[in-house]
């Protein structure tokens, strides 16, 4: 298990820069792939990006590709994902999430079993 604790969450107008945190506890984090997620009320947890163990790959959804970054500090164990051009469809929970997965197999929110605990992205129009 690693515990996970996001931050960065906040008001930001459209076409605007945002950096979400995610720091873990523990000692295997370089053990895992780490995803991004984001949910909006009455829909279901949406996968925006994901990375894997040595930071070499990289995943996105299509609505974020091109404006989103995922990256990691394995010496800090922190991930991060800097948000740009941000739109208001863009606004949501923000979740960090970890999984023993490969890379390839870690687009869902059901592939992943340790979670953080949210931070609130709201993109203003």
């Known amino acids: 298990q690693v515990q996970l604790s996001e931050s960065g969450g906040g008001l930001v107008q459209t076409g605007g820069s945002r950096r979400l945190s995610c720091g873990s506890s523990?000692?295997?984090?370089?053990?895992?792939?780490m995803g991004w997620f984001r949910q909006v009320p009455g829909k279901e947890r949406e996968f925006v990006a994901a990375?894997?163990?040595?930071?070499?790959?990289?995943a996105y959804a299509d609505s974020v590709k091109g404006r989103f970054e995922i990256s990691r500090d394995i010496n800090n164990n922190t991930v991060y994902l800097q948000m740009n051009s941000l739109r208001p469809e863009d606004t949501a929970v923000y979740y960090c999430?970890?999984?023993?997965?490969?890379?390839?197999?870690?687009?869902?929110?059901?592939?992943?079993?340790?979670w953080g605990q949210g931070t609130q992205v709201t993109v203003s129009s």
């Open positions: 999430a970890a999984t023993t997965n490969i890379i390839t197999k870690s687009t869902r929110a059901i592939d992943y079993g340790n």
């Open positions: 523990g000692q295997t984090f370089s053990s895992y792939t």
């Open positions: 990375i894997s163990q040595t930071g070499i790959s990289k």
